[in-house]
């Protein structure tokens, strides 16, 4: 099925059309940086981003599969080639660094890493070594199951060090475990993914819908122990950019298996989000703050909130909860394109304004942030045609 937001709210179509040229301009005139096929935008610092090494050995970001899915992004809107070649490069550069294993065993997130990266070079161009890429990391990924606990573990730098839990940012690695079930006819790939999904929303989303963001699980018995937070606001409180992920990963694991469950779910997590939006529709960084507040927006939130419900509107177009949604969902497009965007005028790097990294860390703080740059550029393209999703 495919959902194109512009057909259904064609006093969009214009506004988006324009904010596609400004993102693709933008990137076209930055790409000279990272002409080398070996550098990636990840921090921001001083109105730039910091170019960083994706197989440095003292790299332990999990933001460079963003550059090369924006490419990947602006070559299929455009067709210039100039995307695509850069954008292969990438996949070079990808390869050797799982090949090489850098930072990749005890990467937890290997889906964000390789999916924008390598799956979707696969998918448009066919590309051999990108698939194999992606492969390999989507095995890595998948040794990290539990089975006491059923999920996948995260925040360990050794694979068997006992800091048994998991966070929610996971929701959008899973994705890659069900394209590598689907490519190689690989059952276990699919088992886990969705293991890991049903362990998130049966302890880490409350009765009202929000997420906690990391949670931590008994490790000689495999029950829960308690939820806690790293990027969020407190413990209790509901960090934006977890509940987006959580939203946005319901809608694909929905794609990839119609098990009804599923749609319960993301319309529980989706409601609690759309009725605590503030007015303009872009979260603050953590849903315990609402209009009026002086903290910052995330609008990589926003993003990612976005293309969660456009792409369960490809699924369940006839939901009696989607046209609220999807109502929303233009406004929320309207409102990042207006007053989020970047506009090539101004010259800063970014496409995408005020997002917030990890505000209790002091990270990233009302900046572009990488990945809000791409999940804008994706939400962008999901609005305005049939898009296949690289998730
Ligand atoms: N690691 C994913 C995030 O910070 O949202």
Request: hydrophobic letters at 35%.
């Amino acid at each position: 099925m495919s959902y194109v937001l512009v057909e259904h709210y064609p006093e969009l179509k214009l506004m988006l059309s324009d904010a596609i040229k400004e993102a693709t301009d933008i990137l076209k005139r930055d790409m000279v940086k990272y002409a080398s096929g070996d550098l990636y935008p990840a921090r921001y610092a001083n109105g730039k981003y910091v170019a960083v090494k994706n197989a440095d050995p003292l790299c332990y970001y999990w933001e460079e599969g963003f550059w090369p899915g924006q490419l990947w992004l602006a070559y299929e809107a455009t067709g210039d080639e100039a995307f695509r070649k850069l954008a292969d490069k990438n996949v070079d550069d990808f390869y050797k660094r799982v090949d090489e294993n850098n930072h990749i065993d005890w990467h937890h997130d290997l889906g964000f890493l390789y999916t924008p990266s390598c799956v979707s070079a696969y998918m448009l161009t066919g590309n051999e070594t990108a698939k194999k890429a992606a492969l390999m990391a989507a095995y890595s990924l998948s040794r990290r199951f539990r089975p006491r606990g059923q999920f996948i573990q995260s925040m360990s730098f050794e694979l068997d060090e006992p800091n048994y839990k998991f966070i929610v940012d996971t929701m959008l690695n899973i994705p890659l475990l069900f394209w590598a079930a689907k490519e190689t006819g690989e059952e276990s790939y699919r088992q886990k993914a969705l293991a890991h999904l049903n362990t998130t929303v049966k302890y880490a989303m409350r009765e009202d819908g929000t997420t906690y963001h990391h949670f931590l699980m008994d490790e000689k018995t495999g029950g829960p122990i308690k939820g806690q937070t790293w990027q969020g606001d407190g413990d209790e409180s509901c960090w934006s950019r977890g509940q987006a992920w959580v939203v946005y990963g319901l809608a694909l694991g929905y794609g990839y298996t119609k098990d009804e469950k599923i749609l319960g779910h993301f319309k529980k997590a989706t409601d609690y989000v759309m009725n605590h939006m503030p007015e303009d529709f872009v979260p603050y960084w953590d849903f315990v703050y609402s209009d009026g507040s002086e903290e910052p927006r995330d609008s990589s939130a926003a993003a990612i909130i976005a293309c969660g419900i456009l792409e369960m509107a490809k699924h369940a177009p006839e939901c009696d909860f989607m046209k609220g949604y999807l109502d929303k969902v233009a406004k929320m497009m309207r409102s990042m394109a207006v007053s989020y965007a970047n506009k090539l005028k101004n010259g800063t790097e970014g496409l995408l304004l005020h997002g917030t990294d990890a505000k209790p860390q002091g990270e990233g703080i009302d900046v572009p942030l990488s990945f809000g740059d791409y999940f804008y550029m994706e939400s962008l393209i999901r609005a305005t045609r049939d898009w296949k999703s690289y998730w």
